[in-house]
């Protein structure tokens, strides 16, 4: 491998001035304009950014932006950093791509045993892949037996409050504790701190105290996850009144006037259709919804953590289950496919028992799960992150797993809230046209008479 890790290949050219005229701008007179053209003094605006952001104002360093490219990293920096959800990214995709010659990371061992151990466990995984798809199973099946430590490579973009927080994690919080983690945390601050030293003034005093990790001291319970897809928690009681109140409240009626109207259901049903179809149905948010998806698939959890207006609770990977892992159709129509898939799993699962019994710790055992083993998580949408989630993940063209949830879930909202959920489904339902072009299944008829009925 030539580069490995994460590197800065691109910067707001006036970021540092931005930030520090923004730091101005709220003290100092002038227009906007006038206060940036009296912003491009390196040192005073580094010492300014510094000084504002020492005091807590951190929104002011929103305005610089950094662009990164996480070369030949593995996939378990990349689950780390998809859960910032205040960064965009773009990750080559085990849906399409072939990853039979990707490579993966060995870590530190304490002895060359170990490592051998180790390799040749991975190596056959890589071997199980490429007979995978060599017997026509599609790649995005393929791909769970893929371990933990492969190789990924993935763009990410993000400002620099965002920076700081995924720096903190990586150096001071949870992502510590592993080497590759923190090591990248390390060369990223080092590159970041050249290119705008004013963001980083104190940052290993404030980092210091960073703490995203709780301990709540209860005891766990055995209990295995529900053989249910998904559990819906909670949900806003009267939520379609509640998103049709809303609606009615920011086209300017009386809260009297607006309670009269609502106390008609079919007035409901009216306002509900009307904000389905609008482009910004900003009024849908007054309904959330919290639910559990039960046995996910660490392959499925970058769909999900995709969506970024949702506030996901997703376990340390060392909690993945590794009795318990996904297995596809595809798979079950081919005994030897199958067999040569379930020894996947089950030589993943010797190694890691071996190295735990050694003493090693989450910065090596952490590589020893495979992307078909699986967590449980938990999601707080609203509905009007709901409307695009079902958009997207109940249409024939979205990843057959998160589909199978994303079925499930709108089912069980339908029976809470029938008159909003009757109207969610994939594209073609909702706005009554398929939008993937070449792309499409050419079964919209189809879909939108199976989503009438659901």
Known sequence: ??????????????????????????????????????????????????????????????????????????????QFMIEFRLAS???????????????????????????????????????????????????????????????????????????????????????????EIYEIGLSLLEQCKKIAPGLFIDFDLKGQKYNDELDYGFAYDE??????????????????????????IEAGYSPAAANKIVSDKENIKTILEKLASSSRPRALESYNCTVKFNKVSLACLTHFARHRIQSICIPNLMKADRDSYVIPETLKADSDALALYNEAFSDMKALYTELKAKGYDENVLIYCVLSGNTLDIAT?????????????????????????????????LRKISPDLFSLYGPSCYVHGACPEGKMTCGRAAEIKDIFSRM
């Open 89 to 179: 990214f773009t990750v080559k995709s085990r849906r399409y791509v072939d990853f039979s010659d990707c490579g993966y990371l060995v870590p530190d061992f304490k002895c060359e045993e170990d490592k051998a151990r180790y390799s040749a466990v991975m190596d056959k995984l890589f071997t199980a892949y490429s007979s995978l798809t060599d017997k026509g199973i599609p790649k995005e099946d393929a791909r769970f037996v893929l371990p933990y430590c492969f190789y990924s490579n993935f763009f990410c973009s993000l400002g620099g409050r965002e920076l700081i927080n995924v720096l903190n994690a990586m150096i001071y919080g949870r992502g510590r504790k592993i080497k």
């Open 223 to 248: 209990e295995k996850s529900s053989d249910e897809l998904c559990e819906i928690l909670a949900y806003t009681p009267d939520g379609e009144k509640n998103v049709a109140l809303s609606a009615l």
């Open 1 to 78: 491998m030539n580069k490995y890790g994460a590197f800065v290949i691109g910067c707001s050219d006036v970021g540092q001035e931005v930030c520090a005229a923004s730091g101005r701008i709220s003290t100092q007179s002038g227009t906007a304009l006038e206060i940036f053209e009296r912003s491009h003094d390196e040192e005073k605006n580094t010492k300014l950014i510094g000084k504002v952001t020492k005091s807590g104002h951190t929104s002011t360093i929103e305005h610089i932006f950094f662009n990164l490219a996480f070369e030949n990293v593995s996939v378990v920096v990349e």
């Open 380 to 412: 707080t949408m609203n509905a009007r992150e709901m409307l695009l989630f079902f958009r997207l993940r109940c249409c024939t063209r979205a990843q057959w797993e998160i589909q199978l949830f994303a079925n499930d879930f709108l089912k069980k």
